[in-house]
């Protein structure tokens, strides 16, 4: 009676910390790891790819206003020029990072949520099957050696002990086990999934004012330069 109380009473409580800790671990670790790589490549990706789009549209828009004033075509060589430097840094600006972003939101996810999830599951698993084994073991047989010694039944009481630690033992490490390993990746895969969703809109929504302000200057330069031309 006192053995089953006692070991409801130890199984709630510590059932109750290892989930409060497993989950408090996974989250905060997916979250750091997740967010931090994700904003270092993206920062470095758009740095190197803004730089080397700018020196590709300064060159084409050289060329061509060089090329086509040979044949006094200015107003078209300006035309092609802008709206080639506008079209090219629009369309590869969306096209790379939204490809990048989707592809390492993807890739960090699975790989972070798999990483994680195994490294905890088997940290926390050894370490509460290793404690289980030995706190149960020793309690189980001192509780029934000296209660069952009373009655000189020693026999019994050894064989009730080993067989009462194995018993509880193998299916309390089961049941953890599985249990954490299914709450832990459906949790995880929902969390990350969310956190996608929530990178991805604010991107686009970054994207789209950047070539709305980068149209609005295009059309601003092409008049300004013509009633420059025209007073001169």
């Known amino acids: 009676m006192y053995i089953a109380v006692y070991l409801n009473l130890f199984n709630s409580l510590f059932k109750s910390v290892h989930i409060y800790l497993s989950i408090y671990l996974s989250i905060y670790l997916n979250l750091f790891i997740s967010i931090y790589l994700s904003i270092d490549l993206y920062l470095l990706i758009s740095i190197y790819l803004s730089i080397y789009l700018q020196s590709i549209y300064s060159y084409l828009s050289i060329y061509l206003s060089i090329y086509l004033s040979k044949s006094v075509h200015i107003y078209l060589s300006i035309y092609l020029s802008i709206y080639l430097s506008i079209y090219l840094s629009v369309y590869l600006n969306l096209f790379i990072s939204i490809y990048l972003s ?99 809109t604010n991107v686009l929504k970054y994207l789209l004012r950047h070539t709305l302000k980068t149209r609005k200057r295009g059309i601003r330069v092409i008049p300004s330069f013509f009633h420059n031309q025209g007073s001169l």
């Open 102 to 200: 989707i592809y390492l939101s993807i890739y960090l996810s699975i790989y972070l949520n798999l990483f994680i999830s195994i490294y905890l599951s088997i940290d926390l698993y050894l370490l509460i099957s290793i404690y289980l084994s030995i706190y149960l073991n020793l309690f189980i047989s001192i509780y029934l050696s000296i209660y069952l010694s009373k009655s000189v039944h020693i026999y019994l009481s050894i064989y009730l002990s080993i067989y009462l630690s194995i018993y509880l033992s193998v299916y309390l490490n089961l049941f953890i086990s599985i249990y954490l390993s299914i709450y832990l990746s459906i949790y995880l895969n929902l969390l990350l999934i969310s956190i996608y969703s929530l990178l991805q």
